[in-house]
């Protein structure tokens, strides 16, 4: 046996000296690979392991560990906000229904100012920090380049004031309001010395742009119900803004009827049932693809019987039919008159902020064919150009009722001028 072994290991070293060496090189090179995949492997296996033990969740990869993960990540703890979760409503609202709002205790910001008086008061605290965090872009953008242009000793001369005017533009405040803050504040050049007096300034003229928009609409005694009639394209948020004003107004006591008639978007109405139940508001619908029209009418006539106050009215952001967007809204708008005389008694448009001067056209198309009434703007926490603003409050000269900076119900507010130019500088 052993003379039988000796004779092939001679003749395997006989052969191994005939082979060329680059066949050595070869086979070394591959034991190196698979020693080093190895000793990954081994790493790896290690770290899961330390993870497991930080967090306390099993990583041995099977279905059962897999779903404690997901029951791990996604179960806050009582007084956790979890953004993530949130942070998929947009997502939400154009494939299917909106993700359900996790438990919450009171917003990051809020722990920030201290509790004065009531509850509102912390509330209204907790939003003001919400929206100069959603602003902080925009913030970066105007107050940080105007301190950029007047580094040093530079005084407010020709070529400042296009420096000034470029960076307003780049704000999304658009052409014509732009040109028109520049003028004014090159009318007023003499009280400007340095760059906190420039700030207010144009603090002062851009306050001055948006309240020319806010008039005051006379509150006429409108017969119960209410209604108003929400439109815009889509993708903007508008079956969420709805939901979000329907819980806030049922907050209020107020019986709320929502009216799915945008029939044409796809889970838009199942979207919008899950919204009524959360809202604690009712709901009137019919199948897919029918009449819009039809649908607004049984919606209102259906409010009239029941005594609701509030009916909130979702209409079509785009059609997949020969028939024209907005004929298609003013047949609906002729239909809810027919059965009450002065209705919609509001039409509030919802806008993208983040598509910048593409919202200021839309709001102009929509207003020629419909009136609008009010401007619901939203994303604003997700946008650097929330000059958008001023440009919609000069070109249009609609009042800008609501401002969304966030995904929770909270989050839209009514707008104030003065808290939104404060938060701009």
Known sequence: MRQFLLEIWETTVAAAEQLPQEVFWVAGGCFSVIFLWMILIRLSRRRKQTLASVTGVTTGGGKDSRLDQVETVTTPAPGIRIDAVASFQPVMETFGEPAPEPEIGPPPDAAVFEPVGEAKTIETAGFLGRLKSGLSKTRNTISGGLDRIFSGSRKLDGAALEDIEELLITADIGVQATMSLIQKVSARASEISNIGELKSVLKEEILTTIDA????????????????????????????????????????????????????????????????????AEIVKHRQNADPAAVAYDGVEAAVARGMDVVLVDTAGRLHTKVNLMEELKKIKRTIAKKIP?????????????????????????????????????????????????????????????IGVGEQTEDLQNFNSQQFVDALF
């Open 213 to 280: 928009s806010q008039r005051d609409v006379a509150q006429k005694a409108n017969p119960l119900p209410k209604i108003i009639m929400v439109v815009g394209v889509n993708g903007v948020g508008k079956t969420t803004t709805i939901g979000k004003l329907a819980a806030r107004m049922a907050g209020e006591g107020k019986r709320v009827l929502i009216v799915a008639a945008d029939t044409f978007r796809a889970a838009a109405i199942e979207q919008l049932t899950i919204w009524a139940e959360r809202a604690g």
């Open 342 to 402: 002065d209705a919609p008694h509001e039409v509030l448009m919802v806008l993208d902020a983040t598509t910048g001067q593409n919202a200021l056209v839309q709001a102009k198309m929509f207003h020629e064919a419909l009136n609008v009434t009010g401007i619901v703007l939203t994303k604003l926490d997700g946008t650097a150009k929330g000059g958008i603003v001023i440009a919609i409050c000069s070109a249009t000269n609609i009042p800008l009722h609501y």
